[in-house]
């Protein structure tokens, strides 16, 4: 099994900054791709940026050139950096991560957390 746990979010104004981490835990060598994904109130959870396990980074287009991802690998940790918020980017934030292809990963196919709350007031 493996855990993952967001932390970061609170209260920032428009404009402002903030940095959000996701702690993954347990048979953390079987996680492939790890993602960010957002959900506002009454919308569906969309996907934030991507980063797999070599490091390469995918953003979606309301978030490049404000936001930054980086994976460490030696302790198994995504985190976004987000500069100049706006209100649309208040929502619930999850990480995400998917299991290796590799037979001796067993469990689930892939992981959530249970979110932490970003919101930016104008």
């Known amino acids: 099994q493996v855990q993952l746990v967001e932390s970061g979010g609170g209260l920032v104004q428009a404009g402002g900054s903030l940095r959000l981490s996701c702690a993954a835990s347990?048979?953390?060598?079987?996680?492939?791709?790890m993602s960010w994904y957002r959900q506002a109130q009454g919308k569906g959870r969309e996907l934030v940026a991507t980063a797999d396990s070599r490091g390469n980074i995918e953003y979606a287009d309301s978030v490049k050139g404000r936001a930054t991802v980086s994976r460490d690998d030696a302790e198994i940790t995504l985190s976004l950096q987000m500069n100049s918020l706006k209100s649309e980017d208040t929502g619930v934030y999850y990480c995400?991560?998917?299991?290796?292809?590799?037979?001796?990963?067993?469990?689930?196919?892939?992981?959530w957390g249970k979110g932490t709350l970003v919101t930016v007031s104008s």
């Open positions: 995400h991560g998917k299991k290796k292809t590799i037979w001796w990963c067993t469990g689930l196919d892939d992981y």
């Open positions: 347990g048979n953390t060598g079987c996680m492939a791709d």
